[in-house]
């Protein structure tokens, strides 16, 4: 038998919501400029010529793609109310998945 006690969950995502959405608000400002600044930095040639330019791009747009999601999920208004601490542990999940996503295109963009 294990000694865990599982903590009793809150099951209001209100005080949840407005961090997430503001961090996401943030990242995805970043990101979006980040592959602004990269699409106009040579006029001359196309910003993806490598495997390694499409393997960052495609790792920042899933990334973005991940977030709109969580973003989504974190705004609407239909999810059981009685559930809802198992709710925000799905999007939790989603959230911490468009980070590791995003930043590991970021890292291998200066690493590639």
Known sequence: M?????LPMNHDIRDFRQPMVT?????????????????????????IQTLADGLVAGTLLIGIGLMIFVLFKLLTNRYDIANAGHYYQ????????SI???FGGLAAALFI
């Not at 294990?2 to 599982?6: A, G, I, R, Y």
């Not at 799905?90 to 998945?97: H, S, T």
């Open 2 to 6: 294990s000694d865990h006690k599982e």
């Open 23 to 47: 961090s996401i608000g943030i990242m995805l400002g970043f990101l979006m400029n980040f592959l602004a600044q990269w699409a106009i930095s040579d006029d001359e040639h196309p910003a």
């Open 90 to 97: 799905g999007i939790f999940r989603w959230y911490m998945a």
């Open 100 to 102: 590791i996503v995003s």
